[in-house]
């Protein structure tokens, strides 16, 4: 799945092709995409706001940080892929061709060569998660367990792999009832979203590609194998936010990397590196930011020709007795959130990150 220049070049023909318009926000996307992969990182100065299209477009641009220009081309090639299928799928009325793919607003997902992948695809909130989302995850769960693919992946478009639950979808900013009403549906949801990585049947992999926040980390304890690019980090700041933790965690994160480890992550807020979270056995694998794509591809091309029964009916055998304590712990959690969502640290931790956007 390593795009070469002629990958791209065949993308970028392919764009115009395009039976249908994409939107502006994926405009936006391929415009950044496109200058990452040609110019490296956004090196022009940001137009004013008299100039609001320019400065979406640097915006779109800027996003991407870091992001090297061998992964932005990458990007883009699978970007415009799923954009031709999905546009050939809605001209025929059905897919025509192997890959399948979900439209969503923030998650681009596409089904090929054994693999259904699902991007986090919100490159310029660094894939926050928002509530949309969790429900468009579910659903492309829930096909993937059905599909004809091996395994599935989930990855982040742009420089991050993700950062978190979007937090203004939770401070209870413009909602009617205000934040007890976040309090009674967003725990609600949070466990739905859960359950359905509790009850995933198949193999599930991350590639890490950049940082990865909060409840993309606490999730990792239910993922079956994770890649990191050695850029990657991983940040679990729960109690500086007020918050207790989520996904499992509580109970995978000190299974799995022993209690004394897993407190310095939980309880304090401890940032690791993808080489720290390796030799605690939070992550299978590291490699090296400039080969990351190429290698993990290849490799789990390789994975996906497995026998997909065996690969199920192993991964059961590995996971059932863990099921319904997963679910207990993960009821346990999100009644803890809820409770805590109407505290006072909770409130102050969130008008603080809301008042800090407001003075960039
Ligand atoms: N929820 C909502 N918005 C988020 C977000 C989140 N979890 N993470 C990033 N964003 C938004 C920022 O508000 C900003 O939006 P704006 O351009 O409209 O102002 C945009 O994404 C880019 O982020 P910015 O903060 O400008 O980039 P940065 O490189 O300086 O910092 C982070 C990136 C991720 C370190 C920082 O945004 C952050 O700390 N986010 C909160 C992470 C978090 O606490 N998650 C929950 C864990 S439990």
């Known amino acids: 799945m390593r795009a070469s220049q002629q990958d791209f070049e065949n993308a970028v023909n392919q764009v115009k092709l395009l039976k249908k318009d994409p939107g502006n926000q994926v405009k936006l996307q391929l415009y950044a995409l496109y200058k990452q992969a040609t110019d490296g990182p956004c ?10 299209v320019n400065k979406a477009k640097w915006e779109a641009w800027n996003a991407l940080g870091s992001l090297t220009q061998e992964t932005a081309r990458q990007n883009y090639v699978d970007l415009v ?18 890959v399948k793919v979900q439209e969503s607003k923030d998650i681009v997902v596409t089904s090929e060569d054994g693999i259904t992948k699902i991007m986090f695809n919100r490159p310029s909130k660094k894939n926050a998660i928002t509530l949309e989302m969790y429900q468009d995850i579910i659903l492309a769960l829930k096909n993937a367990s059905t599909d004809n693919s091996a395994i599935t992946v989930f990855t982040g478009a742009g420089d991050y792999y993700c950062s978190g639950n979007d937090l203004t979808n939770f401070s209870g900013v413009g909602v009617p009832g205000g934040m007890e009403e976040v309090a009674n549906k967003g725990p609600k949801s949070l466990r739905e979203f859960v359950n359905s990585f509790i009850d995933f049947p198949k193999p599930l992999v991350a590639v890490i590609n950049g940082p990865a926040i909060g409840i993309s980390v606490a999730l990792l304890g239910l993922f079956d194998a994770i890649y990191a690019s050695d850029m990657a980090t991983f940040h679990t700041p729960f109690t500086s ?12 994160f000190p299974k799995i990397m022993g209690s004394a480890k897993a407190a310095e992550m939980l309880l304090f807020g401890k940032k690791l590196t993808a080489r720290e979270a390796c030799a605690q056995g939070l992550v299978t694998e590291v490699f090296p930011d400039s080969t990351f794509e190429k290698e993990i591809w290849t490799r789990l091309k390789a994975y996906a020709k497995l026998p997909q029964n065996s690969l199920r009916i192993s991964k059961q055998l590995i996971r059932k007795d863990e099921k319904e304590k997963l679910h207990a712990v993960n009821a346990e959690e999100c009644s803890t959130i809820k409770a805590m969502m109407l505290s006072e640290e909770y409130i102050n931790a969130i008008k603080s990150f809301l008042s800090r956007k407001s003075k960039l």
Do not use: H, I
């Open 43 to 52: 090196n022009v100065s940001k137009p004013g706001v008299f100039d609001p």
């Open 241 to 252: 936010l007020g918050q207790c933790p989520e996904a499992c965690s509580s109970y995978t």
């Open 81 to 98: 892929s799923s954009l031709s299928s999905s546009s050939e799928a809605s001209s025929q009325g059905k897919s025509g061709t192997d």
